[in-house]
């Protein structure tokens, strides 16, 4: 089994910055892609970015120019630092991870989903 858990949530001003943090445990191999999705009330979970094990990113248009992702493959860790936040970014942040496991001789990927951090831009 594997466990994502995430840290970093909050609430913050407009115009302010959060930094979210994802920690993958378990029966890990290794990690291709790690990204980070959110969810606000009333709407569908969408893609807010995206890294491979290479590093490269991938980011929605609306916060592109605002959040950085990172990883530490070592650590299995993924982090977003989202800077100029607005009321628009409110949302469930998930951390998501597609880990690769191995039993026997076989490698499976599994998809992965930490519990959700709350992050709310209000003033």
């Known amino acids: 089994q594997v466990q994502l858990v995430e840290s970093g949530g909050g609430l913050v001003q407009p115009g302010g910055s959060l930094r979210l943090s994802c920690a993958a445990s378990?029966?890990?191999?290794?990690?291709?892609?790690m990204g980070w999705y959110r969810q606000a009330p009333g709407k569908e979970r969408e893609l807010v970015a995206a890294?491979?094990?290479?590093?490269?990113?991938n980011y929605a248009d609306s916060v592109k120019g605002r959040f950085t992702i990172s990883r530490d493959n070592a650590k299995n860790m993924v982090t977003l630092q989202m800077n100029s936040l607005k009321p628009e970014d409110t949302a469930v942040y998930y951390c998501n991870a597609m880990v690769v496991t191995t039993l026997g001789l076989n490698q499976y990927e599994y998809d992965y989903w930490g519990q959700g951090t709350q992050v709310t831009v209000s003033s």
């Open positions: 890294i491979t094990s290479g590093g490269s990113t």
């Open positions: 378990g029966s890990i191999f290794s990690i291709n892609a």
